[in-house]
């Protein structure tokens, strides 16, 4: 008996997902659905799904597993339209930047016994530098030598955490447990904070004095510094991306400032010395960043069921057919 696993978004990671599932056929049967017709139906003819579902409700009540994976500003719109669809012990997971209050919209919306748990893909360092993005950046390798991190609320059932790390192992990655808020934090430190900085240099030299002359000679570095500009396909998602997790954002935005005004001082100060120590420390902290990230064997140092086995259908399926159940009370209780 196949898993229904719906994927909501078919974008890169909801249709790398899909893709990187293809390989077990005999275990799930994918079901997709983006709001974009045209996207819904390329993915299913690349493979990353079985069929397409046009309609959100319907793609959804029969699935056992739903993928989450649109803008952020979409989010809460998406879980309210899905909530009473659902069917019990369904569980849902979610790629979106922030945790904490898509767990707090889930607690609101939707009824007992549906599960929530949030991914937070941390993808195959082959494709960290391209130019793709969305659909035409899917592949099924995209969380091969990666990790996906599992965001669990207070009082998840275990068996949706499980599964979870199941669903992760066959994707080809590595699950690592980790806390919300925390979670939030580091993702306004990598994911948001680079997005808005390229704002912030294009919007502080574009149309500015001199840009008329300054864009004929603008070459590498500014091409790569503002290239995050380019994962910005819908300014409203970053946008809700930044005001929803709006304290870790603000923080992080004072920690950038606080750099670049120390960089100013020294400037301003012609202190050398100073200027050339932050600018080495910065560069040897990149290098060494970029050599782990390629790398990529921390996950063997810090989590301890690296080794485990890819788990087989029925294996899931127990998992799924264990939520919701009531433990056996223990003779004599």
Known sequence: ??????????????ASIGLALAQHSEKFER??????????????????VDRVSLNLPSAVEKADIIILSVPTDQI????????????QDAVLLDTAPVKEVVAAWVSELFPEKRHYVGLTPVINPAYLIGVNSGLDAARA????KGMLGIVTPPRTASEAIKLSADLTRLLGAEPF???????????AATHTLPELLSAALLNATIDQP????????????????????????????LSQAALLNRENVVRRIDGLVAALQAIRNDIESEDSVALEARLERARDGRVLWWQQRQAANWATEEISN???????????FG???????????????
Do not use: N
């Open 76 to 87: 809460q719109e998406t879980l309210s339209l899905i909530a009473l669809d659902m069917k």
């Open 306 to 316: 690296t080794a485990a086995e890819i788990p087989t259908g029925s294996e899931i």
């Open 31 to 48: 079901v997709g659905h983006d709001r974009d017709i045209g996207i819904a139906r390329k993915a299913q003819k690349l493979g990353a």
């Open 177 to 187: 447990f980790i806390d919300p808020s925390e979670m939030d934090g580091l993702m």
């Open 1 to 14: 008996m196949a898993i229904q696993i719906t994927i909501v978004g078919l974008g890169q990671i909801g």
């Open 141 to 144: 390798d995209l969380f091969h």
């Open 210 to 237: 001199g840009w008329r002359e300054g864009r004929k000679v603008a070459g590498r570095i500014y091409a790569e510094m503002t290239s995050p500009s380019m994962h910005i396909s819908d300014p409203l998602a």
């Open 319 to 333: 998992r799924l057919l264990g939520i919701g159940r009531k433990r056996k009370p223990k003779p004599g209780k």
